[in-house]
Antibody, heavy 117, light 107 residues
Framework: QVQLQESGPGLVKPSETLSLTCTVS????????WNWIRQPPGKGLEWIGY???????DYNPSLKSRVTISVDTSKNHFSLKLRSVTAADTAVYYC???????????WGQGTLVTVSS | DIQMTQSPSSLSASVGDRVIITCRAS??????LNWYQQKPGKAPNLLIY???SLQSGVPSRFSGSGSGTDFTLTISSLQPEDFATYYC?????????FGQGTKLEIK
């Protein structure tokens, strides 16, 4: 059974960089697209971007100038960096696998990141 | 970006009721439409993919239909564990986008 687990700081100061890692267990990171999705408290879901295991990426244009998603296949994990954060970036951040048929079939439990001084 | 609009935004229903949630895309997305259920404090859970395929392990009371721009999620007979928020999501093109959600509450 594939499992995803997000990790990283729960509090980030404004203007700094949010950094999260998603560790994949129970399966290989190869041959799939790996996504980051976020959800501000009490609001809906926003797709941040994805990375293919080979390293190619695609980002939401609304965040593209501030986002980098990268992979470490040797550790079976992928990472998110979001630069120059503001309070508007406060959200639960999820990692998710995009399986065959373009569906998010496995999700991490989510991690709340608060942007505050 | 493709805009996804769900209706209703909230819905009160009783155990045993048949419930239909609709999702409309701002342009044709063929059948690249997924449905998720989210309970408070939990990650979304995939119910239906490519508009009408039931994800493994999901009860058969959930079904999906539609293509092009108009889609529906039907719950044939509501169970207590079905009270949650439901989201549609298009996977036709990036940026992937979600509907605003439909909160299903107990009447």
């Amino acid at each position: 059974q594939v499992q995803l687990q997000e990790s990283g700081p729960g509090l980030v100061k404004p203007s700094e960089t949010l950094s999260l890692t998603c560790t994949v267990s129970g399966g290989s990171i190869s041959n799939y697209y790996w996504n980051w999705i976020r959800q501000p408290p009490g609001k809906g879901l926003e797709w941040i971007g994805y990375l293919y295991y080979s390293g190619s990426t695609d980002y939401n244009p609304s965040l593209k100038s501030r986002v980098t998603i990268s992979v470490d296949t040797s550790k079976n994990h992928f990472s998110l960096k979001l630069r120059s954060v503001t309070a508007a970036d406060t959200a639960v951040y999820y990692c998710a696998r995009e399986g065959r048929d373009y569906k998010f079939d496995y999700w991490g439990q989510g991690t709340l990141v608060t942007v505050s001084s | 970006d493709i805009q996804m609009t769900q209706s209703p935004s909230s819905l009160s229903a009783s155990v045993g009721d048949r419930v239909i949630i609709t999702c409309r895309a701002s342009q044709s997305i063929s059948s690249y439409l997924n449905w998720y259920q989210q309970k408070p404090g939990k990650a979304p859970n995939l119910l239906i993919y490519v508009a009408s395929s039931l994800q493994s392990g999901v009860p058969s009371r959930f079904s999906g239909s539609g293509s092009g721009t108009d889609f529906t999620l039907t719950i044939s007979s509501l169970q207590p564990e079905d009270f949650a928020t439901y989201y549609c999501q298009q996977s036709y093109s990036t940026p992937y986008t979600f509907g605003q959600g439909t909160k299903l509450e107990i009447k």
